[in-house]
């Protein structure tokens, strides 16, 4: 059990319109956080932090400057409904089951997000080896193939908006994911949004790596190792995420 025995989520926040990004959501629902995270922390100040609203990586850092809490209590739901929204996609493509997938979205939840495809395995295997060998290797462009599963996944969300107006089915099952690993301690490793401070020529920002997630909250991240491109990609993420924290006023 965590600490305090406490998981609060932090829902709170205006909603994306369509064709809105979800750093346009970031001065105002900052502001509302001002408000809401300091009476959170009096009624509940042993409780983990988990932050839904976006856009999630500026809000899960508001949440963790306005809380006074230790960064590893303060969590966002990241890029966890990306990772598997991109599972599926491959799973799907390559007639696997998903579950033997491993493959991540990093950085931020949003437009400058990535897919971490030099770490993609499928049974062990990675992406690069399996594809030459799989059902549909003389028909597929393995690059195009991959980079159209990415594209379906980053703007899955926008999609959804503009259809229904907004998206909930999806979030919520990452938001239950993530609070039974920490109410049964799990020791998960999720892609979940949680302080950086190694990102070369950037400050501090909550972003999404692989961490490890337990009782206590965030209690590892793994430093993977990336291909050239894909740190470039991560630092990019960063520096776009610390923009925005910046011109929130934070």
Known sequence: MPEGGWVSTIRAGRRQRPGESRLDLAKGNVGLFSGIVPLVM???PDAILLVVSNPVDVLSYAAWK????????????????DSARLRFLMARHCRVDARNIHAYVLGEHGESEFAAWSC????GVR???Y???????PSCG??????????????SAGEIIARKGETSYGIGLAMVRITRAILQDENAILPVSSLARDIPGVGEVYLSRPAVVNGGGVRD?????LAGGEEAALRRSAATIRRAIEDSGL
């Open 42 to 44: 009096r009624h509940a």
């Open 66 to 81: 306005f809380s006074g809490r230790p960064a590893g209590k303060v969590i966002g739901s990241g890029t966890l409904l």
């Open 120 to 123: 993609a395995t499928i049974g």
């Open 127 to 129: 992406i690069a080896d």
């Open 131 to 137: 594809c030459p060998g799989c059902r549909n290797g």
């Open 142 to 155: 393995r690059v195009e193939e991959l980079d159209g599963l990415f594209a379906g996944v980053r703007d």
């Open 221 to 225: 991240v793994l430093r993977i190792r």
